[in-house]
């Protein structure tokens, strides 16, 4: 498999193992894009079904020659959204609390021999809708975006 989606499903991981996590978002609201069949968002959202977490790809990046001739290098962005039935910001804090604990315990590589580490960057919090997806996920707000270094043998990248 794919480095990305492993990594994608390392995230998923961390936060499904953290009960702060799962108190807060229940197992039919947690919409995984990498599963076979993954819990599509949910048209008429009632309180019971928020918050909804959705985790999707973001920015991505490479350094084709790495810190050294045997590797590659390459960051891919996760980014974590959230719908709730009111926007509040007591709620969404929270969710991004438990986010943050959830990955921290995951440890710097999630799990993952090839995951070099990971860093956290702004959310962007557009309650009108999320404008890089054409305003179609309306109350929908970024809880943090998570930026997963990885690093490839380059024998691994090269291999037919």
Do not use: C
Not at 63 to 68: A, Q, R, V
Not at 102 to 116: E, I
Not at 129 to 158: C, E, F, I
């Amino acid at each position: 498999m794919d480095p990305f989606t492993l990594a994608y499903r390392a995230i998923w991981s961390a936060l499904l193992a953290h009960s702060g996590f799962t108190a807060l978002v229940k197992p039919g609201n947690q919409v995984d894009v990498s599963a076979d069949a993954f819990q599509r968002l949910k048209d008429d959202v009632q309180s019971a079904d928020t918050p909804q977490v959705l985790v999707l790809q973001s920015a991505f990046s490479i350094d084709p020659f790495g810190d050294n001739s045997l590797a590659v290098s390459f960051t891919q962005g996760y980014e974590i959204l959230a719908t709730f039935d009111t926007l509040q910001l007591v709620s969404l804090n929270a969710l991004k609390w438990e986010t943050l604990r959830a990955l921290v315990k995951a440890g710097p590589s999630l799990g993952q021999s090839f995951v070099r580490g990971w860093d956290i960057s702004h959310a962007l919090d557009d309650p009108f809708g999320r404008l890089p997806y054409g305003r179609k996920l309306k109350n929908w707000v970024s809880v943090l975006t998570v930026h997963v270094r990885m690093d490839m043998a380059k024998s691994q990248v090269t291999a037919p």
